[in-house]
T-cell receptor
Framework: AQSVTQLDSHVSVSEGTPVLLRCNYSSSYSPSLFWYVQHPNKGLQLLLKYTSAATLVKGINGFEAEFKKSETSFHLTKPSAHMSDAAEYFCVVGGSNYKLTFGKGTLLTVNP | DTEVTQTPKHLVMGMTNKKSLKCEQHMGHRAMYWYKQKAKKPPELMFVYSYEKLSINESVPSRFSPECPNSSLLNLHLHALQPEDSALYLC??????????????FGPGTRLTVL
């Protein structure tokens, strides 16, 4: 069985400041982990993925995430927030039978 | 082509109507998915097709009927829906690989309103 916990339902930052979205996972095997972003009334876009290669994963739009097995974490970071980063972010664990387990989501607000 | 397309973008239907949602991908993916997403919630898996055969049905009511006519197309037929079925319906596809945790590519969704 696997599960995902996104530790913050809402994060608010100022434009130009760092972003940290936190995610902890539970999995009975070596997981595949993803971060997806969803802008209002849009589909989900893959930001980055971890599939047992490098533990520091770089994604699109300046985002990156670090896989820490000892902490069962996969936090998403970005050095400098942009207004266009305002969206819902989902941390996701890949499992067997092609099923994905989604976290509840973190709404990122970027203030000017 | 690395895109999943969905039509229509928006759909309003009455409870007695019959309508269909369509999804298409040309990435050669052999797994395709339907999800339902309510406001401020993560997507919920409804159906999975692999090699054009239904492999997972997450106990979805029979008023939702999926169909996979070929490896590029996925339909969701709707009949006698309820107002609580109003949601964003997302289609996704992924390659079939041995390793676990398949990255899924999502379409933009169909916003369904049931009156």
């Amino acid at each position: 069985a696997q599960s995902v916990t996104q530790l913050d339902s809402h994060v608010s930052v100022s434009e130009g400041t760092p972003v940290l979205l936190r995610c902890n996972y539970s999995s009975s095997y070596s997981p595949s982990l993803f971060w997806y972003v969803q802008h209002p009334n849009k589909g989900l876009q893959l930001l980055l993925k971890y599939t047992s290669a490098a533990t520091l994963v770089k994604g699109i739009n300046g985002f990156e995430a670090e896989f820490k097995k000892s902490e069962t974490s996969f936090h998403l970071t970005k050095p400098s927030a942009h207004m266009s980063d305002a969206a819902e972010y989902f941390c996701v664990v890949g499992g067997s039978n092609y099923k994905l387990t989604f976290g509840k989501g973190t709404l990122l607000t970027v203030n000017p | 082509d690395t895109e999943v397309t969905q039509t229509p973008k928006h759909l309003v239907m009455g409870m007695t109507n019959k309508k269909s949602l369509k999804c298409e991908q040309h990435m050669g993916h052999r797994a395709m998915y339907w999800y339902k997403q309510k406001a401020k919630k993560p997507p919920e898996l409804m159906f999975v097709y692999s090699y054009e055969k239904l492999s997972i049905n997450e106990s979805v009511p029979s008023r939702f009927s999926p169909e996979c006519p070929n490896s590029s197309l996925l339909n969701l037929h709707l009949h006698a829906l309820q107002p609580e079925d109003s949601a964003l319906y997302l289609c996704a596809s992924s390659p079939l690989q041995r390793e676990l945790g398949h990255e899924q590519f999502f379409g933009p969704g169909t916003r369904l309103t049931v009156l």
